[in-house]
């Protein structure tokens, strides 16, 4: 057997040294400018693709826990408003915060949900749990999103999830339907039509 020449193994060393110092140039440059966030977004909205993290409508049911609507709100434009507005209608409410990857990744096909529900009885609450009202404000002008989206001022006991996203599902009659912790697909006709049947129970 030959030995390697040890010139080619400093070579190799070096250009190695040089791969991790630009992947941690890289990492820093997202960290300092916060656009790690976004990235790390991107990556896991990949997954989101997948259609393998759906919501289990059924899985995720609550039982017996009523909505508290006594949940003060702040729309983009600055205007007080609360939960209790939309008393009486099917609310899609997702607690989101600019800070959290999951929710960025799945703001996406939580917009084509919204774009493909054209009925007045249901509503979309997408509730950012950011300290800084501006920082909400900011990202959704950034990326042309039309939904709904409100400052959370006082969040109620029952909605006190660990986990950033938290998406809730409350009927016209003021009942916790579902409560989905983590990111999901949303976007399917399974869940619309999941949505649509909790809305005609307005009627019922």
């Known amino acids: 057997m030959t030995e390697k020449d040890p010139h ?7 250009k190695e040294l040089i791969q991790w110092a630009v992947i941690i140039l890289i990492g820093a440059g997202l960290y300092v400018t916060g656009y790690h966030t976004e990235v790390i977004g991107k990556l896991q909205s990949v997954l989101l693709y997948t259609g393998i993290l759906q919501p289990d409508t059924e899985e995720s049911v609550v039982h017996g826990r009523s909505a508290d609507y006594n949940m003060p ?7 007080r408003t609360s939960l209790a507005e939309f008393k009486g209608k099917t609310i899609f409410m997702n607690l989101w915060a600019t800070w959290c990857p999951p929710c960025i990744a799945e703001m996406p096909n939580i917009q084509r949900l919204y774009d493909n529900i054209e009925d007045e009885n249901i509503v979309f609450v997408m509730a950012s749990l950011d300290d800084d009202p501006q920082k909400a404000r900011d990202f959704i002008a ?4 039309t939904f709904p989206v ?4 006082a969040k109620p006991r029952i909605y006190d999830s660990s986990v950033v996203p938290t998406t809730y599902v409350i009927s016209p009659q003021g009942n916790i339907l579902m409560e989905h912790r983590g990111m999901a697909k949303y976007d399917t006709n399974d869940f619309k039509e999941f949505l649509i049947a909790v809305a005609k129970q307005k009627d019922s």
């Open 8 to 14: 080619s193994k400093k070579s190799a060393f070096k």
């Open 73 to 79: 709100l702040l729309t983009l434009d600055g205007e």
């Open 150 to 153: 409100y400052s959370v001022l």
């Open 142 to 145: 950034r990326k042309g999103f």
